[in-house]
């Protein structure tokens, strides 16, 4: 049986691969062993650039800190900065709520909105072909060691150390394992009890420090469970 339970949240993961079309002017049919071999050759080169292409083809992802005409600088969640260039004719722009996405133009993308990018790659630079605005998630595992009934409140210590300040919503989805059955349960506030581990996704913003956080999901995992 075993004896460690995770909760696994799928994130969207958008990677759009754009095929871009290699256009070769063809000549009139080789006369000669010597233009068959330039036509030859200019199919393996175009060849060999659509398959570059593939390769580069990337995604990034970071918040917006500066939009000046075609140009976007992000900088990633592990603080990586990046030049995002756009293309007029080539790039598409959508947003992602819930489950869906729609297009949208680029005039609607701001400072500090978060950026999914796909598109090719280039040391710092990527081309873009797509830009999703998205919402940033922090998925976490720790350890209740303080509860605040009043305003419904945790602070939990995380796997990397980090002593985080969560509020508990009344939107927040609250499971438990159950660890006779090991079903997940719904559970309420009352439920929580220092030194049980839980597993919570938590929206998150650009430039957060405080790790406080409103937490959307969160599981709980009794300290029983690993006494057993």
């Known amino acids: 049986m075993k004896k460690i339970l995770f ?8 990677f759009t691969s754009l095929t871009f079309a290699q256009t070769i002017t063809l000549t009139p049919k080789p006369t ?44 990633t969640l592990n603080k990586k900065d990046y030049q995002v260039k756009l293309d007029d004719l080539l790039t598409k722009y959508f947003k992602i709520t819930g489950a869906s996405q729609k297009e949208i ?25 797509s830009v999703f605005i998205d919402q940033p998630y922090i998925v976490e595992t720790g350890k209740i060691i303080e509860i605040d009934k009043e305003n419904y409140n945790i602070k939990v210590i995380g796997s990397d150390k980090t002593t985080y300040t969560l509020s508990i919503e009344t939107t927040t989805k609250q499971q ?30 650009n430039g957060k420090t405080d790790n406080t956080y409103s937490v959307e999901k969160i599981l709980v995992v009794p300290q029983e469970y690993f006494l057993k």
């Open 176 to 205: 438990i394992i159950n660890i006779k059955t090991l079903e997940i349960e719904r559970i309420g506030f009352s439920k929580l009890i220092v030194g049980d581990y839980v597993h919570f996704v938590a929206k998150t913003e």
């Open 7 to 14: 909760l696994t949240i799928l994130l969207f993961c958008f």
């Open 105 to 129: 133009d680029k005039n609607n993308i701001e400072k500090d909105d978060y950026l999914i990018v796909t598109g090719l790659l280039n040391d710092k630079e990527i081309t873009a072909n």
């Open 32 to 75: 000669s062993n010597e233009e068959k071999a330039v036509e030859n050759l200019k199919e393996k080169v175009a060849s060999k650039v659509e398959e570059l292409r593939k390769k580069n083809n990337k995604a990034i992802a970071g918040f917006v800190l500066e939009i000046k005409d075609n140009l976007i600088k992000i900088k």
